[in-house]
């Protein structure tokens, strides 16, 4: 029976958290939505089921119910111990979400909310988010085209998007150690929270929160970016110590890592500069205009990048690494004009993009064949999900991460075994793209 489900609002988040388990000795799923996990027939038989809603983007009466419906898939698989995975930058409908899983748990259940990962320096201080020593409405996150945060105090935002009483524990009672953290949530909660927001700047303290929230004894979700969820998992003697799984064998040679680029953020476009100044990296420029005007344009670019990357996989030596990318290249578009601009829905523009680089990886694989591959590599959640849509896809089996927030799995069906890494448009140095393709060139090697 599965202990621990959670539901995340994409699949990059679903991966960040689930690795997190994964690495604890914890047999993981990731499920790209409710109706793949509850068609799943082995899904009793995972320690940890991560489901991802896809609802960052969406009205909050959408969000509401994609969350409430993944979190019925996982009461009904059993599980004990409910997680909301959220984004470390807080983007979408947190609070909207936070409500529709206590709605479904019931049971007169609490939300403890830590939204820190402090290995990836993302903290919190007196309820104000802090990423990489940058107050969090100073990062490039707040002019996110689609999902933007304006609000830094935290408790502010939660209770701007919920209908429950949101409090704040603060540093000042964390540093004080268990007891005192468990005194000021008994008080909140007596005061009629029940989300309650904790502050938190490193891994202990983050551990200490778990102690205290599990002590009152109550029917709680975890609300964080996969930290706390793990520690609440550990405190209860369901996961093991984190440790690395690197396997043991020498790299693959002679294939080729297959990179999409969906991701617009500056961090990105820097990580790719820096791979690309390697002469066995080969880029191709597509075109996102063409995808989002859709029809003949969009199978005609698609048709393009497609023959141009067989024919670079038909080179000797093959190239280490073929990036194919829509957004590094020419002005940053802006999407919502884009919708405008067509009469689309909003979001629809950016769908677009991303299911046509999602089609161009698949027919890659397809016409070239998959003993040309060594691995799959995604930047931006909305990317994975479209490329792992187009090659059937509806679950992956988390391994490891290379670095927090860049995660390794194995996908399932047609292609199964063949490894993907997925990381966050703002996560990782400018080296962190060569990282992630001597890594796939690792996992291709793993004994399965």
Known sequence: MAKIGVVADDLTGATTTGVLLARSKAKTAVFFDDTAAAQYEGLKDLDAVLISSNSRPLSKEDAYQRVSKATSVLKGAGVQYFSKRIDTTLRGNVGTEIDAMLDTIGDNAIAVMVPAMPQSRRILVGGYSVIDNVALIRTPVAQDVRTPVKENYIPKLIQSQSKRKVALIELED??????????AMRRAID???EILVVDAISIDDVELIAKAAISLGRTMIAVDPGPFTAKVAFCHGLIETEQTNIPDVKPVTGKTVLIAAGSATPVTKRQMEVLCEDDQVRRI?????ALIHGADSANAEIDRTVKQAVAMLGETPQPKAILMETALHGDLLDLDEEDKRHGYAKGMSAESING???????AVI??????KIAGLYATG???MVNVCYHLGVGCLEMIDYVIPQTDLSFITGKYAGLPIVGKGGLTGDDH?????????CLEAARER
């Open 381 to 383: 959640g909305d990317t």
């Open 432 to 440: 962190i793209a060569e990282k992630i393709i001597e890594r796939l």
């Open 356 to 362: 046509g680089l999602g089609a161009i990886v698949a």
């Open 174 to 183: 964390v540093l004080d150690g268990e007891a005192q953290i468990a005194g």
């Open 285 to 289: 420029e597509v075109d996102p205009l």
């Open 191 to 193: 005061g009629g929270a």
């Open 366 to 371: 397809e016409k070239a064949g998959r003993d």
